[in-house]
């Protein structure tokens, strides 16, 4: 697996990121990354498209990152790089397709942008690109 401590070090963050996200959602008072009207986690996760099929999407984010930590440990210890790769293409397909459209929907639908996703997005964003570099130097 090409870049596993990138790779273990973003889970950790997106972890970490996801589950301050998971704690505003059921608890949206006093939220750090509430600056003003446009930038408020708040105002995202009391949306209608804080959750998908009645899941928090930080929920969501948290189990994917844990399954790409748990790849990227796999690497360390020496798994065949090829299973890992096709599982990581796995789960950028459900991934950076939902991201997309969460990032559309903070910007176009709720009007509002939480400091916190975007940076969930922007890990999903580089895992995509590494996805990509990984896949096009295996075959």
């Known amino acids: 697996m090409k870049y596993p401590w990138i790779i273990i070090?973003?889970?950790?963050?997106?972890?970490l990121s996801s589950g301050y996200l998971l704690k505003v959602f059921y608890e949206p008072e006093n939220a750090v990354c509430d600056v003003n009207t446009v930038f408020s986690c708040t105002e995202v996760?009391?949306?209608?498209?804080?959750?998908?099929?009645?899941?928090?999407?930080?929920?969501?984010?948290?189990?994917?990152?844990?399954?790409?930590l748990v790849l990227?440990?796999?690497?360390?210890?020496?798994?065949?790089?090829?299973?890992?790769?096709?599982?990581?293409?796995?789960?950028?397909l459900?991934?950076?397709?939902?991201?997309?459209?969460?990032?559309?929907?903070e910007f176009a639908v709720i009007g509002a942008l939480c400091m916190f996703c975007l940076l969930s997005q922007l890990i999903v964003l580089v895992y995509a690109v590494m996805a990509y570099d990984w896949y096009r130097s295996s075959t």
């Open 45 to 68: 996760a009391k949306s209608k498209y804080s959750t998908f099929l009645g899941i928090p999407n930080a929920l969501s984010g948290i189990l994917m990152y844990s399954a790409v």
């Open 94 to 105: 459900f991934s950076v397709p939902f991201s997309l459209y969460l990032t559309y929907v």
């Open 9 to 15: 070090i973003l889970a950790v963050v997106g972890i």
């Open 72 to 92: 990227g440990i796999l690497a360390l210890r020496g798994v065949d790089p090829h299973y890992l790769l096709y599982a990581f293409l796995v789960i950028m």
